[in-house]
């Protein structure tokens, strides 16, 4: 809670610097209006964003539970089967080291303009942290613990599911706290490239007006969406390893 409020204070500081700025160089709206010119882009069509962003949210929510489900997965499979592993891996990077940018609109032509290309794209960016965070938590046991283990009749699966997997739980939430500001990005990205709705959606039709106070209500909308995701992450950590000691 003291991180959220931390980051609540910081960001009251930076729209009030922010104002400041505005007030005291007076740039053209269009060019970068001040806060309570987008809090008057908010009122003046308050339905139109609200309709884009639960759009833009249930994208991102499907997203992140796809891909932190789809994540988990595979770092399990590749922690049970090690040969599995050695031939996932490598897709796994080849996966991430493509530009999102490049992956968008291949996924606009397959999947169409509608919701599921964006939840595929936002699928595809958050399953890269989390399978490494899981994995690599499943990989670093520390030797001496599995060598006790080995000395007892516990199996392979009871080895994984009842020592490695509870271990490396804390390293799965550090992957789940790097992928929540991934999810909305990707969402967004896959608006952007092709889309009848959402926050993406706002922000391009809005830039090619030159509705710049549209386009920061909109980025505002999405920041708060991704705070709130990366707040419920932590809120929910606790209960995921509440034997770990918050730092």
Same mark, same amino acid.
């Given at each position: 809670?003291?991180?959220?409020? #931390?980051?609540?204070? +910081?960001?009251? +500081? ?16 269009? *060019?970068? $209006?001040? $806060? ?16 884009? #962003?639960?759009?833009?949210?249930? %994208? ?6 796809? =891909? ?7 770092? @399990? =499979? ?28 291949? /996924? ?5 303009? =509608?919701? $599921? ?7 595809? *960016? ?9 994995? !690599?938590?499943?990989?670093? *046991? %520390?030797?001496? /613990?599995?060598?006790?283990?080995? /000395?007892?009749?516990? #199996?392979?699966?009871? +080895? ?30 896959? %608006?952007?490239?092709?889309? #009848?709705? =959402? @926050? ?20 505002? *909308? /999405? ?10 992450? !932590? ?5 995921? +390893? ?6």
């Amino acid at each position: 809670m003291g991180n959220f409020s #931390s980051t609540m204070r +910081t960001l009251v +500081t930076l729209l009030a610097g922010w104002q400041a700025i505005v007030w005291i160089w007076t740039p053209p709206r269009y *060019i970068l $209006p001040a $806060p309570l010119d987008v809090l008057a882009a908010m009122q003046r069509q308050p339905l139109f964003l609200l309709q884009n #962003s639960l759009v833009t949210l249930a %994208e991102v929510l499907a997203g992140f539970a796809l =891909g932190c489900v789809l994540g988990a997965l595979t770092a @399990l =499979g590749m922690a049970a089967w090690p040969r599995l592993g050695r031939l996932v891996w490598p897709i796994v990077l080849v996966l991430q080291a493509f530009p999102v940018f490049v992956i968008a609109p291949l /996924l606009v032509i397959w999947l169409g303009f =509608g919701m $599921p290309s964006k939840v595929v794209m936002a699928t595809l *960016i958050i399953f890269f942290p989390v399978t490494s965070a899981f994995g !690599d938590g499943l990989r670093r *046991i %520390e030797p001496d /613990l599995l060598d006790a283990t080995a /000395l007892t009749d516990a #199996s392979h699966w009871q +080895t994984l599911w009842h020592i490695r997997v509870p271990l490396a739980l804390p390293s799965l939430v550090s992957g789940l706290r790097v992928a929540a500001p991934l999810a909305p990005l990707g969402a967004v990205v896959g %608006e952007w490239v092709g889309a #009848s709705a =959402g @926050l993406g959606f706002v922000m391009i039709q809005a830039n090619a007006r030159m509705q710049t106070d549209m386009v920061f209500a909109a980025m505002t *909308i /999405l920041a708060a969406l991704t705070l709130l995701l990366r707040h419920a992450v !932590d809120r929910m950590a606790p209960h995921l +390893t509440p034997w770990a000691q918050e730092q």
